[in-house]
């Protein structure tokens, strides 16, 4: 099965900050990527798919990039409603792997 | 519009089985599957399996093999999850998600509908 690392588990930031989270995959998946957003006791919001196309109705603030087995989610400017856990997924094999989420607080 | 709604919360003893339903409305249900995702308490997301709508193939995680089953009612467009020998340990929130399988140049339906979510218990 493929790995999925994100990094980092945890971080704090303040309003107005440049973010960026990274998922490392044990072996390559193309650009078979999506990023999620979770609130407390909310379902998973899907932000960016194919590793780097923006789901209509995100925020522009949000980014994605990368291909093979290093991607990133950038959030450009933090706002106050970003304070969430985030999750990548990778779906290139027959069985998808989330990463294990990283919680942004505010600082 | 398209949704995905999930059945209510259950309480199973350990050793029994529960199934989840997800019945699906607003698009084309045999053009897409549905992927089962589990969150236990204060934990992450876990992908459960895949199944599809139009022909019923299955894909599921390694560590459940032989204790889920995931099967489509076309008829009432519902996809079930069914889980059995319940631990504790499956105490969690069950999700249905829309997954087309697949991505191409003009669509990416992988979880791009969610299912408002089936909370289980399994306590003795």
């Known amino acids: 099965d493929i790995q999925m690392t994100q990094s980092p588990s945890a971080m704090s930031a303040s309003v107005g900050d440049r973010v960026t989270i990274t998922c490392r995959a044990s072996?390559?998946?193309?650009?078979?990527l999506a990023w999620f957003q979770q609130k407390p006791g909310k379902v998973p919001k899907r932000l960016i798919y194919?590793?780097?196309s923006l789901q209509s109705g995100v925020p522009s603030r949000f980014s994605g990039s990368g291909s093979g087995t290093e991607f990133t989610l950038t959030i450009s400017s933090l706002q106050p409603e970003d304070f969430a856990t985030y999750y990548c997924l990778q779906h290139n094999s027959y069985t998808y792997t989330f990463g294990q989420g990283t919680k942004l607080e505010i600082k | 519009q398209v949704q995905l709604v999930q059945s209510g919360a259950e309480v199973k003893k350990p050793g029994a089985s529960v199934k989840v339903s997800c019945k699906a409305s607003?698009?084309?249900?045999?053009?897409?599957?549905i992927s089962w995702v589990r969150q236990a308490p204060g934990q992450g997301l876990e992908w459960m399996g895949w199944i599809s709508a139009y022909n019923g193939n299955t894909n599921y995680a390694q560590k459940l093999q032989g204790r889920v089953t995931m099967t489509t009612d076309t008829s009432t467009s519902t996809a079930y999850m069914e889980l059995r020998s319940l631990r504790s340990d499956d105490t969690a929130v069950y999700y249905c998600?829309?997954?087309?399988?697949?991505?191409?140049?003009?669509?990416?339906?992988?979880?791009?509908?969610w299912g408002k979510g089936t909370t289980v218990t399994v306590s003795s």
């Open positions: 194919a590793a780097s």
């Open positions: 607003g698009y084309t249900f045999t053009s897409y599957g």
């Open positions: 998600a829309r997954d087309g399988g697949y991505c191409s140049s003009t669509s990416c339906p992988i979880m791009d509908v």
């Open positions: 072996q390559g998946i193309s650009n078979y």
